[in-house]
C-alpha cells in the first residue's frame, strides 16, 4: 500500500473508530479515579467503617466479567449484522449502563450494570477489531493499532481529572450521568457514517457453526494460543490491575481526595497517550516485541515503586513511570491479535482472542482486591507487578514475532 493509501485508510477510520473511541475512552476514564471510591463508600460497614475491597474489586471487574462472557456470542452475532450495527450496537449498550449509575443503585444493580457495560465493550470491540483488520495492511498495522491505542490513552488522559474534579464538586451522581451522555454523543459519528470502506466486499466468515468454527480454529491456532494467549493474560491483567491499584492507593494509603487522585492518573495517562508514535514505529520497523517485552518489564518495575509513594508527588512520578511504561506498548495487544488472525475465520479467532484478554482483565481488579483483604494494600502492587513481569516473559521466551519486515503483494489484501 502507498503512503496515500495509507493516508485515506487512516482518514477513513477518524469518524468510524477513532472518534468514538476518543469520545467512549473519556467516559470511561471519568470512573477510573471514581467508580472504586463510589463503591467502597457503597460497600462500607456501616458498624465499624471498614471497606471491603474484595466487593469494590469485583464490582470494577464486572465489566470485564461482562465482556468475557459476550465475546463469543458477539463472534456469532458478528457472522450476522454487519461490523457498523456491532459498533453502535455496544455503543448504546455501554451508554445506558453508565446512565445506570447515575442512580445510586444498590450494589446488586451496580453489579448488573458493570456486566452490561462490559457486554457492550465486548461487541464494540470486537466489531472494531474485525473491521480495522480488514481494511488495514500487515506492514502498517503497528502504527494503526499504536495511533487507535492513543487515541483510547487520549481519552484516559482527559478522562480521570475530569472525573475527579466533577465528582468532587457535583457528586458522584452528576458525573456518572455526564459520563454516560460523553458515552452516548460517541454514537453520534458512527451513526452518521454508517458507509464503511470496502462496503461492498463480502465478509470471509464461514457460514458454519459458531462451536465448529471455534472447534476449527482452537485446532488450527492451538499452539500460537496457547504461548500468545499466556502472555496476553498477563498483559491485560497488569493493564486491568492499575486503574485499581492507583486510586485505592492514593486514597487509603496516602490519604488524597478525588480531585488529587484524578489529577494524578490524568499526569499518569499524559505521558501514555504521547508515545504512540513510538509504539507504532517500533512494531512495525523492529518488530512487535520490540514494543511489548520492554513495555511490560518497565512497567512490572513501576508497579513494584508504587508503594515507596509517600505523598501526591510521589503518586504523581510513579504514575508517570507508570504511564511511560504502558505508552510504549500501545496498540501492541490489538497488532498482535490482528497479525495472528486468520482470513478463513476472522470472526472466531478474534472472538477466542478477546476472549483470553478478557480473563485477564478481570483478574487484575480480583487481585488487587482479594491481595489487599488478605495481606494489605501495600503488599498488593507487587502481586501486580509479578503478572507483568510474566507477560514480559512469556513474549519475550515463547512467543514469536509476527512483523514482516519486506512487505509483499499480498499484504495488501490483510
Request: aromatic fraction near 8%; charge should be neutral.
Amino acid at each position: 500500500m502507498q503512503p496515500t493509501g495509507a493516508l485515506n485508510t487512516l482518514t477513513s477510520l477518524i469518524p468510524r473508530v477513532y472518534l468514538p473511541a476518543f469520545l467512549s475512552s473519556v467516559a470511561t476514564g471519568m470512573l477510573v479515579p471514581t467508580l472504586p471510591l463510589f463503591v467502597a463508600d457503597l460497600v462500607r460497614d456501616p458498624a465499624t467503617g471498614q471497606e471491603n475491597i474484595t466487593l469494590v474489586g469485583l464490582a470494577v471487574g464486572m465489566a470485564a466479567l461482562g465482556t468475557l462472557m459476550w465475546t463469543l456470542p458477539a463472534g456469532l452475532l458478528l457472522n450476522r449484522i454487519s461490523e457498523w450495527m456491532g459498533q453502535t450496537a455496544g455503543l448504546a449498550v455501554m451508554a445506558g449502563a453508565v446512565m445506570v449509575l447515575a442512580l445510586s443503585p444498590p450494589y446488586s444493580v451496580l453489579v448488573v450494570a458493570r456486566l452490561l457495560m462490559g457486554a457492550g465493550m465486548g461487541l464494540w470491540a470486537l466489531s472494531r477489531m474485525q473491521y480495522m483488520r480488514r481494511v488495514t495492511p500487515r506492514h502498517q498495522r503497528g502504527r494503526i493499532m499504536s495511533l487507535f491505542g492513543g487515541t483510547n490513552r487520549i481519552g484516559m488522559f482527559v478522562g480521570p481529572g475530569l472525573g475527579g474534579t466533577m465528582a468532587s464538586t457535583l457528586g458522584y451522581e452528576a458525573m456518572f450521568l455526564i459520563a454516560g451522555a460523553c458515552m452516548a454523543v460517541s454514537l453520534l459519528p458512527a451513526v452518521a457514517y454508517r458507509d464503511a470502506p470496502d462496503s461492498d466486499r463480502r465478509s470471509s466468515q464461514s457460514a458454519v457453526s459458531l462451536l465448529r468454527g471455534l472447534g476449527a480454529t482452537l485446532q488450527a491456532r492451538r499452539s500460537i494460543l496457547l504461548r500468545a494467549g499466556t502472555g496476553h493474560i498477563f498483559a491485560q491483567s497488569i493493564r486491568s490491575g492499575r486503574p485499581v491499584v492507583l486510586p485505592l492507593y492514593g486514597a487509603f494509603a496516602l490519604g488524597l481526595n478525588e480531585q488529587e487522585i484524578g489529577l494524578a492518573v490524568s499526569a499518569s495517562a499524559a505521558i501514555d497517550m504521547t508515545l504512540f508514535p513510538l509504539a507504532g514505529y517500533l512494531m512495525d520497523h523492529f518488530g512487535r516485541k520490540f514494543a511489548i517485552v520492554p513495555s511490560f518489564a518497565l512497567f512490572s518495575a513501576s508497579m513494584a515503586l508504587l508503594s515507596q509513594a509517600r505523598d501526591f508527588t510521589g503518586l504523581v512520578l510513579i504514575g508517570l513511570l507508570i504511564g511511560f511504561s504502558n505508552g510504549i506498548g500501545s496498540g501492541s495487544m490489538l497488532t498482535l491479535g490482528t497479525d495472528y488472525t486468520p482470513s478463513e475465520r476472522p470472526g472466531e479467532f478474534l472472538a477466542i482472542w478477546r476472549l483470553v484478554g478478557g480473563i485477564g482483565e478481570m483478574g487484575g481488579p480480583v487481585v488487587v482486591g482479594g491481595v489487599t483483604d488478605l495481606f494489605g494494600l501495600m503488599l498488593a502492587p507487587f502481586f501486580v507487578a509479578a503478572l507483568g513481569l510474566c507477560g514480559a516473559l512469556t513474549f519475550g521466551f515463547f512467543v514469536p514475532e509476527t512483523l514482516e519486515k519486506q512487505p509483499t503483494a499480498s499484504d495488501a489484501e490483510p
